[in-house]
């Protein structure tokens, strides 16, 4: 006869909670990465007007697809501080392959069955009433997005990984210490890391980015550098809050007293 472990009710009641809540922190974060990467730089959204800066050379301009970006970052911090580091970059892994699936998608999408004025572009030309095809909205969201995920992946496995990184360097010099301290200087560096990354990258892998070009284009790309991390920036400022919060019920909620990576 084997003897089998035994488990108390509570325990089970803990490991219960913990795989459902991992399982609703790395949904949002997956979901969160692939919306962004979709409609990443579909649309740019200027917002110097409700900054006061009308009339002002400068300009206040985000990607859609920065809007959803911050909360991937909380997400991986509540991973890393309830589950522990390994757990935190298998999630960012799991994002790496899947942003290859959404692109496979993409490609086979286009490929099956393409429509009459599908350009070498991989875009749809207008008709000679110059009305929009059908389809146009599914070719110019693909080559969009075939731009803008392969620069986003190459600095999103960058960003991740050094805001795990720096999460769990800063947690152990201060010994569990100072949640406020990891929490937002992880965050603030690798998110600095992808802004730069991901507007250079864009800029010479595919012509989506807002760029003027009759002017200097170096001012609008810090331009577009600084709008994208001063909006992360604000909102990593703003979760540190939500973060503390959530922790501490969180831990107490899936009893957790200490995290083993």
């Known amino acids: 006869m084997f003897n089998l472990p035994t488990y108390r009710d509570d325990e089970v009641k803990y490991a219960k909670r913990q795989e ?3 399982l609703l922190l790395s949904g949002i974060f997956l979901g969160s990465l692939v919306m962004l990467n979709i409609l990443g730089t579909s649309r740019f959204i200027n917002l110097s007007d409700w900054l006061g800066l009308t009339g002002s050379e400068l300009q206040f301009v985000i990607a859609v697809g920065v809007l959803p970006y911050p909360i991937t970052f909380l997400c991986t911090d509540f991973i890393s501080e309830l589950y522990g580091r390994k757990r935190a970059n298998f999630v960012v892994w799991i994002g790496f392959v899947l942003n290859l699936w959404v692109l496979a998608i993409l490609w086979i999408g286009g490929e099956l069955n393409p429509p009459q004025g599908l350009q070498e572009s991989g875009l749809m030309g207008l008709t000679e009433e110059h009305q929009i095809p059908a389809e146009y909205s599914f070719y110019y969201i693909r080559h969009l997005a075939f731009g803008a995920t392969a620069a986003s992946m190459i600095a999103y496995l960058t960003a991740q990984f050094i805001d795990v990184h720096v999460f769990h360097w800063l947690k152990k010099r201060t010994q569990g210490k100072k949640m406020w301290l990891r929490n937002n200087v992880s965050t603030l560096t690798s998110q600095l890391v992808d802004s730069v990354a991901v507007i250079l990258i864009t800029y010479w892998f595919t012509p989506a980015l807002p760029i003027d ?36 019920y969180l831990k107490k909620y899936l009893g957790v007293t200490e995290v083993i990576d």
């Open 20 to 22: 459902r809540v991992f």
């Open 213 to 248: 070009t009759e002017s200097a284009i170096i001012p609008q790309l810090v331009m577009l550098i600084l709008s994208g991390y001063l909006f992360k920036f604000i909102v990593a400022l703003l979760d540190t809050i939500p973060f503390y919060i959530g922790t501490k």
